[in-house]
């Protein structure tokens, strides 16, 4: 299907050896919008990926750069808030060009094995099958949290990775969700440029009688039929409790096929909610001794916990540095002795510069990575119904 930000297109034509086709850079002729959800926005200039088509208004939005006006309602909310920049003007110029995923060298020796490898034809097929698995129908939408036992382990990354590769092959609505509203990242690593409506808001707004337009006026659209729902507007001291957190993802769960939960880390009670109600579970762990260690003994205590919490956990180990001052995969064997599933994320220049993440900038190791983690991930999640 044609899409403005086509990475897993890259990746096939990346393994068959086709060079890419340049095509205008366009999200399409935008959507009709609801009357309430027409008021004037500023332009989101964004680099297409190479290989990309525009998105004909019948299957796809275009993308929107903030969240637009709530639709009308009968009880309109007690309190209106005003949007907020995701980046503060007096930061927008401090960020750097993103860098590729890898470098040039790297590119072109990868390039050349292929020339001289057999795989391609194993990979090609690898891929499809992942494609398939991710795209797998859904009757009751599925909700996948993402945590990590301490900050910087890569969640909000692991999160932002599996929600574009579910609204990338998914023909259903795909929803972020942000229940780490403290300090959480992301809007930034999405591309969202304002912020209004956020999970606490919304948990006394969404009525059983609205529809999926109504709900969307509330939410950031983003590319490929998916939305995001922020935590906070960036301010310190945001909270959200467990009773509202479940309102709104009870509220939610009909409207979209597939839910990503960016959770705050763990022992948070929100976060500890969030994963005994989703139907697969992400802990991002960093390719270090410590983290390694720490997350040994999680999975240990799950272990005595009903069989399908660690059946249905998948741990995302990603490699911080180009050079992890650990056997990785040697780790991952011991984390996997536990019963969890086990992906390694290998190290990417551009996902280790933060800021928003541009998949077309991805090194295909870890596009490939990435989509062999959402298949997983995807496929435990239909396990529990």
């Not at 929107?64 to 907020?84: E, N």
């Not at 040039?104 to 490898?117: N, P, T």
């Not at 909700?143 to 990590?148: C, F, K, L």
């Not at 509330?218 to 957190?245: E, F, H």
Request: proline content about 8%.
């Amino acid at each position: 299907m044609p899409n403005a930000n086509n990475w897993q297109g890259d990746v096939l034509r990346d393994l068959r050896g086709t060079p890419p086709q340049q095509h205008a850079t366009s999200h399409g002729p935008a959507q009709e919008q609801h009357p309430a959800q027409q008021q004037q926005q500023p332009q989101r200039q964004r680099q297409e990926p190479v290989g990309t088509e525009a998105q004909p208004p019948s299957r796809k939005a275009a993308a929107s750069p903030g969240p637009a006006a709530p639709p009308p309602r009968t009880h309109r909310p007690a309190r209106s808030p005003d949007s907020r920049p995701v980046v503060d003007s007096a930061l927008t110029g401090t960020a750097r060009s993103p860098r590729r995923g890898e470098s040039a060298a790297a590119r072109i020796a990868r390039a050349v094995r292929r020339i001289v490898s057999s795989s391609t034809a194993r990979e090609v097929a690898e891929l499809t099958r992942t494609a398939e698995q991710i795209q797998q129908p859904v009757t009751t939408g599925r909700q996948i949290a993402v945590t990590s036992i301490r900050g910087g382990a890569g969640k909000t990354t692991v999160a932002a990775l599996l929600g574009t590769a579910y609204a990338h092959y998914r023909h259903d609505p795909v929803l972020l969700v942000e229940a780490d509203p403290a300090l959480g990242s992301l809007p930034l690593r999405l591309g969202a440029e304002s912020l209004r409506w956020t999970t606490a808001d919304l948990a006394d707004i969404v009525e059983p009688q609205m529809s999926l337009l109504d709900v969307t006026g509330y939410l950031v659209q983003l590319p490929d039929n998916a939305w995001l729902l922020p935590g906070s507007q960036g301010r310190i001291g945001a909270m959200l409790d467990t009773a509202a957190y479940e309102r709104v993802m009870v509220a939610l769960r009909r409207y979209f096929g597939v839910t990503v939960v960016d959770c705050e880390t763990l022992p948070a009670e929100v976060a500890r909610v969030a994963l005994s109600a989703a139907q697969a579970r992400v802990l991002a762990v960093p390719a270090t001794l410590d983290g390694i260690t720490s997350t040994y003994a999680v999975l240990q205590w799950m272990q005595g916990l009903p069989r399908h919490m660690i059946a249905g956990t998948v741990v995302a180990l990603t490699s911080t540095t180009p050079r992890p001052g650990i056997d990785v995969e040697a780790a991952a064997e011991k984390l996997r002795s536990t019963g969890a599933a086990v992906h390694v994320l290998p190290h990417d220049r551009h996902l280790a510069a933060g800021g928003e993440l541009r998949t077309e900038l991805l090194a295909r190791p870890t596009r490939l990575a990435a989509a062999r983690l959402a298949a997983e991930v995807f496929q435990l999640s239909q396990k529990r119904r």
